[in-house]
């Protein structure tokens, strides 16, 4: 290279090279992990028809397959996976809207983190489906108490890595706000917020894992609706491919909605230099 | 435009820090700070900028808003990462036409093409150039700038000195210059104050009185060199 490295990149050739690549590594990671998932399966589909499961325990994966299929027919599955999505959705939605804003408050005013983050902390120490009882006799079985477990579940991780963000902000980059007479709101939106946004992006996807899990833990303690019920419907009717299906559904939405996540963290955080940005 | 009068700012119980700093800079003059490191030359513009408001003694501006008078460039650039490097020089105008003149000043400091780019696909030498263009196009009424170039190789700096000389040219911005490099200071400053010791002091102020642009191998600015170093010989207390 010449002596004016700086100013010879070309960056247009070398992206498109790099998206090619980057398919067909995506292409062959596919391929290589898949390899052990589907052997499992054959292997499951060959024990379960041979008998050497009990079918009534461990049904096949098709006879798996085949009921989600009759219950989606028959319209039946629609209003359970609607019913959970609705739980998941507005728990994670109430959940970091005031993760956002305590943690931004706690993040930047020292006084209000000495005021709440204390008692926050304390709170997080109560494994949170304790608090399922409690909720049940507040604000009864309705739809309330589990978009509240659910938002509860998804607060903390919100909460902590937004706060954690804030506090390892380089106080270098503050400085040339201060530089620019920065007022506080200034400072929050143009320096603090979008500095911390990495960290809040990890504690919204370890929230939205948590919130799924909360919503199965709300949904077999009590519902008469959702994916959750109907594992436990499952389970008192002896109906295993009931379980299993529901379980498939879990894993199915819950990555759908992390990958979701995912492309927006990717999208978003463009300008972070780590490895995954490398080229 | 810009009065110092016996400031001093001590860290850890008085070892460190500086000390008894009167300094005045005329409007458009070009002061350089030259000094070891370590003696409070990076707390010297802390505190001039505002940044650092724990001091004692007196700072006037000639300016009706002191707050907005001074422009710093760091000793680091500084950047936010997550901003492209003309939303980064853009960065804290508040000013809409004098966002229309950051396309210019990107091609002023040769970084035309890169608009787009984060701070993370920047060299270091390209990274300093944004912080210049930065600093430069909020206008502030005096510039302080620390160790500019201490990171760069020399061909980058020589070229961002070049191109600190053609800004002063056409703006004539009042300018203290802190650096710990003699050429430096000799190719770019008007008059250079010579700082030691820890506190840091005052030590001695020479004018340097060739005009600009200078040649960087002048006979002139090598015996005030040699001035200079005696100046700084440590073994002289
Ligand atoms: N906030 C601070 N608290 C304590 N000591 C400090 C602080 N800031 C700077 N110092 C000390 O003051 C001295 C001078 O620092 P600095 O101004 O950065 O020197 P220079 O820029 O000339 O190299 C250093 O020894 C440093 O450790
Ligand atoms: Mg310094």
Redesign the interface.
């Known amino acids: 290279m010449s002596?004016r490295?700086?100013?010879a990149v070309t960056?247009s050739v070398k992206e498109k090279k790099n998206k090619k690549t980057t398919l067909r590594t995506w292409n062959s990671n596919l391929l290589l992990g898949s390899v052990i998932p589907v052997l499992l399966l054959v292997v499951w589909e060959y024990a379960s028809r041979a008998g050497w499961v009990a079918s009534h325990l461990l049904p096949a994966p098709t006879t798996v397959i085949e009921e989600i299929t009759t219950m989606a027919q028959e319209g039946e599955l629609w209003g359970h996976i609607g019913i959970t999505l609705y739980r998941v959705f507005f728990g994670f939605l109430a959940g970091s809207a005031v993760a956002v804003v305590l943690g931004a408050a706690t993040g930047y005013n020292k006084t209000i983190h000495r005021l709440l983050d204390p008692m926050l902390q304390a709170l997080r120490a109560i494994p949170s489906l304790a608090w399922v009882p409690l909720f049940v006799l507040w604000i009864g079985i309705g739809e309330a108490s589990k978009v509240t477990l659910v938002a509860v579940g998804v607060f903390f991780p919100v909460y902590l890595n937004l706060t954690s963000g804030i506090q390892g902000i380089d106080r270098?980059?503050i400085?040339?706000?201060?530089?620019?007479?920065?007022t506080s709101l200034q400072q929050i939106r143009?320096?603090i917020l979008?500095?911390a946004?990495p960290s809040f992006l990890v504690g919204i996807r370890s929230g939205l894992s948590l919130g799924w899990m909360f919503v199965v833990a709300a949904e077999l303690l009590g519902a008469s609706q959702g994916l959750g019920y109907l594992m436990v419907f499952g389970q008192n009717t002896s109906a295993p491919e009931l379980v299993i299906g529901s379980i498939i559904l879990f894993a199915i939405f819950g990555k759908l909605t992390d990958e979701i996540l995912k492309r927006i963290e990717k999208r978003t955080l463009?300008?972070?230099?780590n490895v995954e940005?490398a080229s | 435009m810009l009065t110092v009068n016996r400031v001093s700012r001590i860290f850890q119980e008085g070892k460190a820090g500086f000390r008894n700093v009167d300094l005045s800079l005329k409007k458009g003059e070009v002061v350089g700070v030259l000094g070891t490191s370590g003696c409070g030359k990076s707390t010297l513009l802390r505190v001039l900028s505002g940044l650092d408001a724990g001091f004692e003694g007196d700072i006037q501006t000639g300016s009706d808003r002191p707050e907005e008078a001074f422009g710093m460039m760091f000793q680091e650039p500084r950047l936010m990462p997550w901003l492209t490097v003309e939303e980064n020089i853009s960065f804290g105008v508040k000013d809409k036409s004098r966002k229309a003149q950051a396309q210019e000043l990107i091609e002023t400091v040769g970084l035309a093409g890169f608009e787009r780019h984060y701070p993370k696909d920047l060299s270091g030498g390209m990274a300093q150039r944004v912080a210049i263009a930065r600093s430069l196009l909020n206008r502030p009424e005096i510039l302080l700038l620390d160790e500019p170039f201490s990171a760069l190789d020399a061909f980058t700096k020589m070229q961002l000195q070049d191109l600190l000389l053609s800004i002063w040219e056409k703006h004539h911005t009042t300018t203290l210059l802190v650096t710990h490099d003699i050429d430096e200071a000799l190719y770019l400053c008007d008059r250079i104050v010579i700082m030691r010791g820890q506190p840091g002091q005052i030590e001695s102020e020479l004018f340097v009185n060739r005009p600009k642009p200078r040649k960087r191998g002048d006979v002139h600015l090598a015996q005030l060199k040699d001035e200079i170093l005696s100046e700084l010989d440590f073994t002289k207390r």
């Open positions: 002596s490295t700086e100013t960056p270098k980059l400085e040339v706000g201060r530089m620019y007479n920065f143009r320096i979008p500095a946004l463009r300008w972070q230099d940005n």
